[in-house]
T-cell receptor, first 115, second 116 residues
């Protein structure tokens, strides 16, 4: 089945230790997104790739970086995780920019714990 | 800055009744509206999208949009215990050039409880 896959599903890292979260998709969608969702809060868009074009939200901390080496894969790098970065990280895709013809679908998420 | 407001609940509804979930948004340019369902510890799942004023029905779900009032709602008929979840309202803005939008702005969600 075509789908959005995130690995790992659960990640524990130490304060200040770099961590990378992975997302892959078999949908051949042009756009990939990363959202951060803290407990009882709304998902917050961090950045997205339209094909190879990277788009960073204005308030995304510099501590968060992303890479998209090919259409199928996208990575979220947190260079120096702080306790406040503990959250669910959601990868999403859409075939094209969002419109009435193109909707956004989420992967299962990665729950990040910072100790 | 786009804002999306939802009553956090919990909203408690008896099984078999109609659950009504509401959402208001601040950006008059918002054009596309989405309802996602999120079970605890899981990722959001798309339920419905709506773009034009009026009602859109899909099975037990009906989305209603009123752009003049900047209001979108979701009705769930014949509510089942499995409908118990958090429902997220999300909006996006179309580019003036006619292209699509980049990303969604979400509300915090309404926690719905269906009582057996």
């Amino acid at each position: 089945d075509a789908m959005v896959i995130q690995n790992p599903r659960y990640q524990v890292t130490q304060f200040g230790k770099p961590v990378t979260l992975s997302c892959s998709q078999t949908l051949n969608h042009n756009v990939m997104y990363w959202y951060q969702q803290k407990s009882s809060q709304a998902p917050k868009l961090l950045f997205h790739y339209y094909d190879k074009d990277f788009n960073n939200e204005a308030d995304t901390p510099d501590n968060f970086q992303s890479r998209r080496p090919n259409t199928s894969f996208c990575f979220l790098d947190i260079r120096s995780p702080g306790l406040g970065d503990a959250a669910m990280y959601l990868c999403a895709t859409s075939r094209d920019r969002l419109s009435k013809d193109h909707e956004q679908y989420f992967g299962p998420g990665t729950r990040l714990t910072v100790t | 800055q786009k804002e999306v407001e939802q009553n956090s609940g919990p909203l408690s509804v008896p099984e078999g009744a109609i659950a009504s979930l509401n959402c208001t948004y601040s950006d008059r340019v918002s054009q596309s509206f989405f309802w996602y369902r999120q079970y605890s510890g899981k990722s959001p799942e798309l339920i419905m999208s709506i773009y034009s004023n009026g009602d859109k029905e899909d099975g037990r779900f009906t989305a209603q949009l009123n752009k003049a009032s900047q209001y979108v709602s979701l009705l769930i008929r014949d509510s089942q215990p499995s409908d118990s979840a958090t429902y997220l309202c999300a909006v996006t803005v179309l580019f003036l050039s006619g292209g699509g939008a980049d990303g969604l702005t979400f509300g915090k969600g309404t926690h719905l409880i269906i009582q057996p």
